[in-house]
């Protein structure tokens, strides 16, 4: 069973590992640092994942047109990939099933833009293949701002009415994590197709990754979910709440 105490494992395991090679180059190089922190998600993700998903970073074509890079791009093995070489992978839009942007830090400065960056992308794959098929996400591994209500409104603006443009997941340090909910949990009255925010206690990067693995093979996350996530659930743990609207 899947415990608190697990996923703040989670956490730490991944607060350790996201330092190392600035431990050994300090600011010899900030690009490596980063990348580095990139593929700390990317081995996570592809220590869980089923064979059928790869995980590597590159960019979606689709026609003529290319998208912005991806940091994380999760894409089905079962598809042709037009170019790899290592981590780097160039896919056609069909065979995208997640993108992850990550940031070393997000502060008040960045944040518009970078979930700007998030949807664009997003943008490029549904419009071409319907929304739902893929996971879209934002992860940071620190966060300087504290007013959740400006994140939530970043978020519903970027998506622009669109659903198309709707982000899934972010997760905001080491304890600030928002979903989207087509229908929220939770007993009535309640408001469907929403953002909702959490404070979750140095577990906010364990509920990021389990949402992807929820996302991605839904039938076995969600029969076996006792094991996926803690029982105690996040619910009572919500700050905030902004509502889609889609627009006609």
């Given at each position: 069973?899947?415990?608190?105490?697990?996923?703040?494992?989670?956490?730490?395991?991944?607060?350790?590992?996201?330092?190392?090679?600035?431990?050994?180059?300090?600011?010899?190089?900030?690009?490596?640092?980063?990348?580095?922190?990139?593929?700390v998600?990317?081995?996570?993700?592809?220590?869980?994942?089923p064979?059928?998903y790869?995980?590597?970073?590159?960019?979606?074509?689709?026609?003529?047109?290319?998208?912005?890079?991806?940091?994380?791009?999760?894409?089905?093995t079962?598809?042709?990939?037009?170019h790899?070489d290592?981590?780097l992978?160039?896919?056609?839009?069909?065979?995208?099933?997640?993108?992850?942007?990550?940031?070393?830090?997000?502060?008040?400065?960045?944040?518009?833009?970078?979930?700007q960056?998030?949807?664009?992308n997003?943008e490029?794959?549904?419009?071409?293949h319907?929304?739902?098929s893929c996971?879209?996400?934002?992860?940071?591994?620190?966060?300087?701002?504290?007013?959740?209500?400006?994140?939530?409104?970043?978020?519903?603006?970027?998506?622009?009415?669109?659903e198309?443009?709707?982000?899934?997941?972010?997760?905001?340090?080491?304890?600030?994590?928002?979903?989207?909910?087509?229908?929220?949990?939770?007993?009535?009255?309640k408001?469907?197709?929403?953002?909702r925010?959490?404070?979750?206690?140095e577990?906010?990067?364990?509920?990021?990754?389990h949402?992807?693995?929820?996302?991605?093979?839904?039938?076995?996350v969600?029969a076996?979910s006792?094991?996926?996530?803690?029982?105690?659930?996040?619910?009572?743990?919500?700050?905030g709440?902004?509502?889609?609207?889609?627009?006609h």
């Amino acid at each position: 069973m899947a415990s608190t105490d697990y996923f703040k494992s989670i956490t730490a395991e991944i607060s350790s590992l996201k330092n190392r090679v600035r431990h050994l180059i300090n600011n010899a190089h900030w690009p490596t640092d980063g990348e580095w922190k990139e593929s700390v998600v990317r081995t996570i993700l592809r220590r869980h994942l089923p064979k059928q998903y790869g995980v590597g970073r590159g960019f979606i074509l689709a026609d003529t047109d290319t998208s912005r890079q991806v940091d994380v791009l999760i894409y089905d093995t079962g598809k042709p990939i037009l170019h790899q070489d290592g981590e780097l992978v160039i896919v056609t839009s069909d065979a995208v099933r997640g993108i992850i942007e990550v940031k070393t830090k997000i502060t008040n400065a960045v944040i518009a833009e970078t979930l700007q960056k998030v949807a664009d992308n997003v943008e490029f794959v549904n419009r071409r293949h319907g929304y739902g098929s893929c996971f879209h996400g934002l992860f940071s591994y620190e966060w300087e701002g504290r007013d959740i209500g400006t994140v939530l409104t970043q978020i519903r603006d970027v998506a622009q009415g669109s659903e198309s443009r709707r982000i899934n997941c972010v997760s905001l340090g080491r304890s600030h994590f928002i979903r989207f909910w087509e229908r929220p949990p939770g007993p009535p009255p309640k408001t469907n197709n929403v953002w909702r925010a959490y404070q979750l206690d140095e577990m906010s990067p364990a509920y990021f990754l389990h949402n992807v693995f929820e996302h991605l093979c839904s039938e076995s996350v969600l029969a076996n979910s006792s094991l996926w996530f803690p029982s105690e659930g996040k619910e009572r743990s919500q700050i905030g709440e902004i509502q889609f609207i889609q627009r006609h």
